[in-house]
């Protein structure tokens, strides 16, 4: 049978080297992240992902041929708290690209700009859209007259863009913002010279909507630009199937970057970068 202390040490060590792993994982979670974003040699990527697993291998080595207060300060410091900070500073540099000094072509160097805050796009919303709806059954009631008034159309898939299954929001918005959409599709298929489509992830919300929503997504404001008609949300890590590859989506994200950059600056839209959502948060004016 086996000794209640040495199943005390069984439960220790596997704890222990559950977080080693969990460590490591971390890490290689992040430096795929940070594939995505900045435009590096593959060749660099696979050496980054061997130099990874020596070093777990190296370290491990290091630590069995040691023993007692050494090996406990190799297992901590070189096996958990290195990848782990690894992983930290990564992310941290991810998510402030203005750290690095980006080269021409980046994503980041046109989502530094998309900085269009609240109170900026509910202006426009209330300039350009229409009253909040209080439920979606009310929308369906008025989206006859509404449609024959040319106040509000319905926006579904086609052929250069994808509206996704909505769960949160109904496909309806002023036409101003249709146009929108084709004009951003033109382009983005222009730039990448393919029939790739990008993915509206969001659309028109109702109070009921957003009371909702507001459970689970800190970025849902009572006062939201979606409840006018005016505002659609982006995605720009999913292009149409979630079948692009690291490699295609860094080239998708910055051609559909450069399209709404072209937009914003010529005054056609408003634009903020919601970077917890992974899309972009726009507004027609």
């Known amino acids: 049978m086996i000794e209640n202390s040495d199943r005390a040490k069984i439960v220790v060590r596997t704890a222990y080297y559950l977080t080693t792993l969990v460590c490591f994982g971390l890490l290689v979670w992040a430096l795929r992240y940070a594939y995505l974003y900045f435009n590096l040699p593959l060749v660099l990527w696979i050496f980054l992902y061997l130099l990874i697993a020596a070093y777990l291998v190296g370290m491990g080595v290091i630590a069995y041929q040691k023993q007692g ?7 901590s410091i070189a096996l958990q708290l290195v990848p782990l900070c690894g992983a930290i500073s990564i992310f941290c540099l991810v998510s402030r690209g203005d750290t690095y000094k980006p080269t021409p072509g980046k994503p980041s160097i046109y989502e530094r700009s998309f900085n269009d805050m609240q109170d900026k796009q509910k202006a426009a919303a209330l300039a350009n859209g229409l009253a909040p709806f209080k439920s979606r059954a009310e929308i ?4 006859g007259k509404l449609r024959f008034t040319r106040k509000l159309v319905r926006i579904e ?12 929001s109904s496909p309806y918005v002023v036409p101003k913002v249709r146009d929108l959409l084709e004009d951003i599709a033109v382009r983005f298929q222009e730039k990448t010279q393919s029939k790739t489509r990008f993915i509206v992830t969001s659309v028109l919300r109702t109070e009921e909507d957003v009371k909702k929503l507001r459970k689970t997504n800190v970025n849902a404001s009572t006062n939201s630009c979606h409840c006018n008609a005016t505002t659609v949300d982006i995605s ?14 860094y080239q998708l994200r910055l051609a559909l970057a450069q399209t709404l950059h072209e937009l914003r600056k ?13 899309c972009y948060h726009i507004t027609v004016r």
């Not at 207060?69 to 190799?74: D, G, L, P, Q, T």
């Not at 369906?140 to 989206?143: A, M």
């Not at 720009?236 to 989506?249: M, S």
């Open 69 to 75: 207060f050494a090996r406990a300060v190799i297992h």
């Open 140 to 143: 369906e009631e008025n989206y």
């Open 157 to 168: 898939s086609n052929p250069k863009y994808v509206v996704r299954e909505l769960s949160s």
């Open 236 to 249: 720009y890590v999913r292009f149409e199937e979630d079948r692009v590859k690291p490699r295609d989506l």
């Open 266 to 278: 010529e005054g056609r839209c408003y634009v903020k970068i919601e970077r917890k959502q992974y």
